[in-house]
DNA sequence: AGAAAAATTGTCCAATTGGTCAAAAAATTC
DNA sequence: GAATTTTTTGACCAATTGGACAATTTTTCT
């Protein structure tokens, strides 16, 4: 019986496979795609590796579920932005949430990180489609509000990865980050969140001398 | 005869090595240390997997001399910045010369980018010795803009992670930002460098609403 | 309980990989 | 130009790795 192609998963398919997927991220975002290894995901999930084997195909397969289930997840803050809202709070907010994601996520953030850094083998699809059009629609947005007066001119694209460079790097970078500031990571991440909402704000509510 | 313990090294072995260590670039920058093997850079340098070792005791030791000889490169635009200039000329100029390194050199951005996202295995030291002291000095410097009221308050730390970030990003995600906007390099950076500009004017020469 | 299905594992294999080594080839030195 | 040193390479090896598979154990279903 092919697992992949049955519909409903019986209870232990579910639990095994969320374990394997947990393993997969721990040692995945260490270690990256081709420095992971099956025996390690084996170890960190307290299963066999053909026991493993049973649930996903091939390591390959394990890292495309994996990464799957977070693109999803990492796109979603996205459609948060609405067009109704102010737009400084909408995207105070939004650089917020981004935020929020790397302090608790750095695992995710990092894998994520891995795979476009190494040509996002698997990815590339969805960031050509799925993302830019999500992306496009809010850029939109922004646009909207520039033309309305509610904004003050600034390239939404261009806002919009700096948003991801600046919050992302506290999570992929934070090795870095910690080995500079000798701080916990409370007061890391509220200095963090305080310097980027100042930053934000400025870009955004102030015509540039 | 050790070679890593020769003082002169003759002109084949200038050569070779140079030539090696070119080719790991590309290899490591797209694998990273543990993706990339010999035979790949052998292939990328048209020698042998022997001849390679002969130069180099192992894969290992190539990563770290490719890596050494990068970190310096790295930090250098932070000595640039001129404690005697106009504070948003040097910061503008600081963020002028790092976007531009990701733009001529990615991949020593990506390969360094890998580094620290793997938990930094060879270069932690470096790290948080000589690139702590350099930013703290160049800190220092901005605090003491600050205090002669020639620059708004602003987080020091934070400034130098958010020029990294933003600049560092077009480098190391540009397969990302290349899906999403369909320009030619010269645009997109150009247009980059404009925004950037305009978001570290708006941070540092006005006061937040 | 017993049959059938699903889950688990020990053992094994072929491919890849980092690295060795002795011999050959090329360069340098005298 | 012969001797010596340096460079190059083909052949090889041991370890790691992804994965196959048959046998066993456990779970599920009737």
């Given at each position: 019986?092919?697992?992949i192609?049955?519909?409903t998963?019986?209870?232990?398919?579910?639990?095994?496979?969320?374990?394997?997927?947990?393993?997969?991220?721990?040692?995945?975002s260490?270690?990256?795609?081709?420095g992971a290894?099956l025996?390690?995901?084996?170890?960190?999930?307290g299963?066999?590796?053909?026991?493993i084997?049973?649930?996903y195909?091939s390591?390959?397969?394990i890292?495309?579920?994996?990464?799957?289930g977070?693109?999803d997840?990492?796109v979603?803050p996205?459609?948060?932005i609405?067009s109704?809202?102010?737009?400084?709070?909408?995207?105070?907010?939004?650089?917020k949430?981004?935020l929020?994601?790397?302090?608790?996520k750095?695992?995710?953030?990092?894998?994520f990180?891995t795979?476009?850094?190494?040509?996002?083998?698997?990815?590339?699809?969805?960031?050509?489609?799925?993302?830019?059009?999500?992306?496009?629609e809010k850029?939109?947005?922004i646009?909207?509000?520039?033309?309305?007066?509610k904004?003050e001119?600034?390239?939404?694209?261009?806002?919009f990865?700096?948003?991801?460079?600046?919050?992302q790097?506290y999570a992929?970078?934070?090795?870095q980050?910690?080995?500079?500031?000798?701080q916990?990571?409370?007061?890391?991440?509220?200095?963090?969140?305080?310097?980027?909402?100042s930053?934000?704000?400025?870009t955004?509510?102030?015509r540039?001398?």
């Amino acid at each position: 019986m092919n697992l992949i192609e049955k519909k409903t998963l019986s209870r232990i398919q579910k639990e095994k496979r969320s374990t394997i997927k947990k393993a997969a991220l721990e040692v995945f975002s260490e270690y990256g795609l081709r420095g992971a290894t099956l025996d390690k995901i084996a170890v960190a999930s307290g299963l066999t590796k053909p026991n493993i084997l049973y649930y996903y195909s091939s390591k390959d397969q394990i890292y495309f579920d994996v990464l799957s289930g977070l693109l999803d997840e990492w796109v979603a803050p996205l459609h948060n932005i609405s067009s109704d809202g102010d737009p400084i709070d909408e995207l105070l907010g939004y650089m917020k949430a981004k935020l929020k994601m790397s302090k608790q996520k750095p695992q995710e953030s990092k894998l994520f990180a891995t795979e476009i850094l190494h040509g996002a083998p698997l990815t590339q699809n969805v960031l050509a489609t799925s993302l830019k059009q999500t992306l496009d629609e809010k850029v939109a947005v922004i646009d909207k509000w520039i033309e309305e007066k509610k904004l003050e001119y600034v390239n939404g694209y261009h806002l919009f990865f700096s948003i991801w460079a600046m919050t992302q790097h506290y999570a992929d970078f934070d090795i870095q980050v910690k080995s500079i500031l000798n701080q916990s990571e409370e007061e890391l991440f509220d200095d963090a969140e305080e310097y980027l909402t100042s930053v934000l704000l400025r870009t955004l509510s102030v015509r540039a001398p």
